[in-house]
């Protein structure tokens, strides 16, 4: 299907339909490029400066293209801010919809999706899915992201619910769970910068094994956990008795 | 010292030096009583609307007072917000301060700690402390800001490092543990509300729940960990046979 045009791999071989004009699927790829290219310039630019110091113009400089090249592509500046929020946000329904398919355990799909969760918000969209204000946008678009965003929310609770049913999560609240996770990942936005010694997927790796682990000590396969989880205060004890001595 | 004036407890007592001025003590306590107050309005008309949409005035009707009385108190709008901040910091400063002088675990030093700075986020100043742009301010509150944050991340690495090290909590990396741990607090002031139907201290102590005992399921005294960890997995495994079947 796709051998209308010769590349330099093919040398002699002429094409039976030449033309000077691209396939419509390939302009439709053209374009889709070119309109992502927009949009993660676009991100970059709120990134870094917010999004009301930022104008079409500015978008356009970066991309060193006009002002309206990039009005091909995108309506205003307000619709520009909402395809970043759902660019970043498409990674994390990507990844519910991958796990979707899998058999795995409850907290392995879960840790599936906070990964992908924690490496969005460190990407160039970061800033957009969780710093812009959502009064910058028009009430359809800000019901939109609302409504996504609350997607993300009950897809987490219920992964915390499966796991727990299938005995891969520790019993608890699946709600203040869920808002602590995603509380954390969310806060990745505001302290990570792109040019730090970890990648997003690395810091969204190291979060998903705090998550995991908790702060509680597990016992070994030797130590029975709530022997592992009174030693320390009773060694806390034999100091401060040392300390009054 | 404190029996200048009898108070109507005392009846019949007629005070030695009586004096139609307070005492400079009275006056002293008198005001910071209102300067709280109206660092407390600010931080409320500050989360509602916004810095930039809030003015004296507001802050002022919000008292029933004139706005030179919130003058009186205050030298800036700016100053109110580095007030804000450094009020709601002061609650976990407060809360470092306090577990200095105990001898308890680490992990239960550092929860207390996380249960304060919670419930600090979930307060009126929470807003304050971690939605306000750092450049409304001058540089030189601005560093200050900057000064505390980092004086309580390095507090919460300290508390997680000496319970790795006392066994009270699982060996981890301090850094990436503090950042997952302050996200999550701070993430509260982004949905907190006060009309909700929990408190903040509750919201503090569950999110404290989540982060000690981590997804991952423990094992009680008669299973041991590594047991309790594969079933799932082999549950799963099950599963996937029956279904392929």
């Known amino acids: 299907m ?31 490029v070119k309109r992502d290219a927009v949009i993660r310039a676009a991100a970059r630019e709120f990134n870094r400066k917010g999004y009301h110091n930022t104008s079409l113009d500015d978008i356009a400089a970066r991309l060193e293209v006009t002002k309206p090249t990039v009005y091909y592509y995108v309506t205003s500046k307000e619709q520009l801010l909402f395809q970043c929020f759902v660019a970043g946000v498409e990674r994390i329904r990507a990844a519910f919809r991958e796990v979707r398919r899998s058999q795995a355990p409850g907290r392995e799909r879960l840790s599936a999706v906070l990964r ?24 359809a678009m800000s019901r939109h992201i609302k409504a996504l965003k609350s997607e993300i929310d ?4 219920r992964l915390i619910r499966e796991g727990v049913q ?80």
Chains 1, 2 share one sequence.
């Open 2 to 32: 796709n051998n209308r045009r010769s590349g330099p791999g093919t040398p002699g071989k002429t094409p039976l339909t030449a033309s000077p004009w691209k396939a419509s699927h390939e302009r439709e790829r053209d374009r889709e």
């Open 116 to 139: 992908h969760y924690g490496e969005a918000v460190a990407s160039e969209f970061g800033w957009c899915m969780v710093r812009a204000e959502e009064q910058d946008l028009a009430p």
């Open 154 to 157: 009950q897809g987490i609770r």
């Open 166 to 245: 299938d005995g891969s999560i520790q019993p608890c609240d699946p709600k203040m769970t869920a808002f602590a996770l995603a509380g954390a990942l969310n806060w990745i936005a505001h302290w990570y910068r792109e040019d730090q010694s970890l990648s997003g997927a690395q810091i969204a790796a190291a979060f998903v094994t705090v998550f995991e682990a908790g702060l509680r000590p597990r016992g070994n396969g030797a130590v029975a956990e709530p022997a592992a989880r009174e030693a320390p205060r009773r060694r806390a004890r034999r100091t401060a008795a040392a300390l009054t001595r």
